[in-house]
């Protein structure tokens, strides 16, 4: 089983008007144990950020979440795709529902969000360890 850190960095920023703002932000560090096949960590750990379509879902939902429907449509990803995708992104923890929306139709719909800011990877030749660092966006 990969072990997973949750670090949090703290930092203060000075805004206009002289008042400062803190802020916190969380960060998982994943550390894989030295019996982890390299490749099936790699497809488990960065599959869904080695497609195009997450690629494009995830930048597309940084800002303002959308749902699937306004995902496929926006991105020109056929449904099915999108829903598959989507699920993969959900269950990485790199896609989130922020809530759910009323459509056109007047069915509900889940509204998704990218929760990641950045996702750093690092392999170490000498002692063959990867590292995946994933810094969550601040709400």
């Known amino acids: 089983m ?3 850190k949750n670090v949090f960095e703290h930092w203060t920023e000075k805004k206009n008007g002289g008042e400062n703002k803190e802020f916190t932000e969380e960060i998982s560090v994943l550390e894989p ?3 982890v096949e390299l490749g099936s960590l790699i497809k488990k750990t960065l599959g ?3 497609d195009d379509y997450s690629i494009r879902i995830l930048s597309a939902t940084q800002g303002k979440g959308k749902t ?3 995902l496929s449509r926006e991105l020109d990803i056929p449904i099915a795709t999108c829903y598959r995708r989507i699920t993969e992104l959900l269950e990485a923890s790199l896609l989130t529902t922020v809530g759910r929306k ?4 007047g069915k509900r719909a889940s509204v998704l969000k990218s929760n990641i800011a950045n996702i750093e ?6 002692d063959g360890k990867l590292k995946v660092v994933i810094k969550h966006s601040r709400t």
């Open 48 to 50: 869904p950020l080695a």
């Open 102 to 105: 009323l459509t056109q139709e």
């Open 68 to 70: 699937i429907r306004e």
């Open 121 to 126: 990877v690092s392999f170490s030749a000498e």
């Open 2 to 4: 990969n072990k997973t």
């Open 33 to 35: 144990p030295q019996s």
